[in-house]
Structure formats: structure tokens, C-alpha cells
């Protein structure tokens, strides 16, 4: 066989019983059987280059001989690695120790925009309000019209407003509002046997804001309206401070500055003494000791009669919050795009907004 096997062969066959007792681990073992009889590159697969070339009258001696040769190797291989194997479940069961406690599976969790708006509703659940939704896909009668938003409003252009091209009429909403269009339709068939009107409606509303630290083409609000007899601006006063001051600890102040929205008068935005600083001024209040948190006011009668209530009867008052800039308050997150990146790290480290 020396004769016919070109001396590298021979070496190989040598080294072979040593180096096959030289592998510890299955990884080591692989190696030496891809250099020995893997398809490509190996000893094995040289000598099949060999036989091929090889003159017709020498064929049948060397391929014998190759053949021998490769059946002593897997052979042995095959053995090798029964061994090995086994080692490898010997050593698993023993490092396995039975009195540990089995690794916990990841959960999941409520997202903290959610967990948010969750304990708002939970804040004003003791005050009678149940919540509502709407679709995220409304009419411009419900976004704007209903909500005496006049038909040259700015907001309402397409640089501001997705519109949905293949459906006119039909846009992503801009904001929680159009679910006072749809709820105090809803529910005037009640309104004199419950007294009013009193509900939340959290949920997603969208905007063409280029996404930056503040702002996101899709970001999240609360809205809150109630409908009462002879509600007045010290209603939503006083309800106002009770939430916030629930939400951000008993300690806060408000304060109402007037401004203006097509579907309330008067109208106002609130802010909050800055909840980090105790109002003595820092990053997030900007130095000046307040953060603006909604905007707010006593419902316009046009919006009541829209959906059939008579404004001479009934008066309410109707906030929107954004729910972001709350978030991003309570948690000290200054960027915006952290809570819609979905990084398991952030969201767990989140814990503290409940
Ligand atoms: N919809 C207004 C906004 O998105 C907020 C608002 C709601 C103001 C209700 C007044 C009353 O900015």
C-alpha cells in the first residue's frame, strides 16, 4: 500500500491514531474529521483526485487501497466520537443540580405609555368617568366640523392632517377630540336619566411632525369631557387640580393661562408646577418653575348642538393631554423616540411610572 499512496498519505495514516486520541471536545473532533474524510479539501477527497487520474491498469489495486483506508478512518472516527459523546451527557448531568430553581421565562408587559394612561382613567374612575374610544381612522365631520373648526382652520391642511387619498373625507386623526363628537351623540339619548355626561377617551392620534427628541408623527392623548347643569370654569378647575395632584403628588400647584381652541370658550392651557424641581426652576421646566401638561376650557355651544344638545340646558367643560410629554416628565426620559423603539432594556427600567 506504501508503494501506491503518495507520502503525505502516509504521514497522515501515521499522525492519525494520535490525533484522534488528542480530541477533547466534540468542536476539536469535527475539525479532524473534515480534515481527514470531509468532502472537500481532505485526505480522503485528495486520494478520490488521485484514483481518478490514475492509469487505467493501476485503478482497481489503488482504489482498494483507498477504500481501505477510508473505512479504518471512519471507523475509528465513528468510535471517537460515540465517546465523546457520552462524556459530554456525563458531564451535563453532573454539573445539573436539581435544588436550583428553574430559569424564570422573560414576561411581557404592559407598555408604560399604557400603564399611563391606565392610571389616569383609574384617576378619574372615582369621579365617574368610564372611558370611551373612537377610531383612529375618522371623518373630517367628526375631527373638525363637530368640533367648530371653521372649513379655512389651518390644522386642517394637508401640511398638518394625513389624509387618506384613496377615501376623501376619511384622515388619521389629529387629536382625542373627535370622541366628543361621537360620545355625546352617543349617549344624549341618557344624558337627562344619568344627569350628563362624563367620560375619558385615551388612545393614538397622528400628525405630520418630522420626528424629533419632542415630536412623533403618532403620539398618544387623554381626552376628558363632562356635560352637567350650570358647569362652570371652577369645575374644571377643581378637577383639574385633583388629578394632577394625584398624578404628580399632592404638593403640585396649577395654573390656567387663556387660550385659544375653536370648540371651547373660554379656552386655556394648564400648566403644572414642575413636579423635579418643586418649581424652583430646572431642565425640564425650563427655569421657569411650570410645565404646560393640556389645553382645556368650557365646551363651545356649537359643539353641543352639533350633536343635538341644547346649550341652553347643558354646559360641560373638555381637556386634551398629551401623554408623551407626561411620560418623558415623570420618568426624566428626554427623548421622545425611546418609548417607540421598543429596547427591552428602557421599557424594563420604565417600572417607575406606575
Ligand atoms: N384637542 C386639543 C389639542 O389637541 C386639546 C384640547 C382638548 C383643548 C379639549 C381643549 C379642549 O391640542
Known amino acids: ?23 477533547r471536545d466534540l468542536d476539536a473532533f469535527l475539525r479532524l474529521k473534515g480534515a481527514y474524510v470531509g468532502r472537500e479539501g481532505s485526505y480522503v477527497a485528495r486520494l478520490m483526485d488521485l484514483l481518478k487520474a ?22 475509528a472516527l465513528k468510535a471517537r466520537q460515540a465517546e465523546l459523546e457520552a462524556a459530554k451527557k456525563a458531564a451535563g448531568a453532573a454539573a445539573w443540580d436539581p435544588t436550583l430553581p428553574p430559569p424564570l421565562p422573560a414576561r411581557g408587559a404592559l407598555h408604560p405609555l399604557n400603564r399611563l394612561m391606565d392610571r389616569l382613567v383609574e384617576v378619574f374612575r372615582p369621579l365617574g368617568f368610564h372611558v370611551e374610544e373612537g377610531p ?23 401640511a398638518d392632517t394625513f389624509y387618506l387619498a384613496a377615501h376623501p373625507g376619511q384622515l388619521l386623526r389629529t387629536h382625542t377630540s373627535p370622541v366628543q363628537v361621537r360620545t355625546l351623540r352617543k349617549l344624549k339619548a341618557t344624558i337627562h336619566e344619568k344627569g350628563g355626561i362624563r367620560f375619558l377617551a385615551p388612545g393614538r392620534v397622528y400628525r405630520k411632525d418630522e420626528i424629533d427628541p419632542t415630536h412623533s408623527p403618532m403620539f398618544h392623548q387623554v381626552e376628558g369631557m363632562l356635560v352637567g347643569h350650570g358647569i362652570g370654569m371652577q369645575h374644571l378647575k377643581g378637577t383639574l387640580e385633583y388629578a394632577l395632584r ?17 370648540f371651547v370658550e373660554p379656552g386655556c392651557e394648564v400648566d403644572v408646577s414642575c413636579p423635579l424641581c418643586a418649581a424652583k426652576g430646572c431642565r425640564v421646566c425650563k427655569g421657569s418653575g411650570w410645565v404646560e401638561i393640556l389645553g382645556a376650557g368650557l365646551i363651545h355651544p356649537n359643539v353641543l348642538e352639533f350633536a343635538g344638545i341644547d346649550s341652553k340646558e347643558w354646559s360641560g367643560w373638555a381637556f386634551g393631554m398629551g401623554v408623551e410629554r407626561m411620560a418623558m416628565m415623570l420618568s426624566q426620559t428626554p427623548d421622545l423616540r425611546l418609548f417607540f423603539e421598543n429596547d427591552q432594556r428602557f421599557l424594563e427600567a420604565m417600572g417607575g411610572l406606575d
Not at 490514475?54 to 471507523?75: M, S
Request: proline share 11%; hydrophobic share 40%; glycine share 4%.
Open 1 to 23: 500500500m506504501d508503494q501506491l499512496l503518495p507520502p503525505e498519505i502516509a504521514e497522515a495514516e501515521r499522525a492519525f491514531p494520535e490525533a484522534l486520541a488528542a480530541c
Open 54 to 75: 490514475a492509469p487505467k491498469d493501476q485503478k482497481r489495486e489503488l482504489g482498494a487501497a483507498i477504500n481501505a483506508l477510508k473505512n479504518a478512518w471512519e471507523e
Open 136 to 158: 383612529e381612522v375618522e371623518t373630517e365631520e367628526h375631527n373638525f366640523d363637530g368640533l367648530n373648526i371653521p372649513a379655512d382652520h389651518p390644522a386642517r391642511g394637508s
Open 246 to 262: 394625584a398624578l404628580f403628588g399632592p404638593a403640585t400647584e396649577i395654573r390656567l393661562r387663556p387660550s385659544y381652541f375653536p
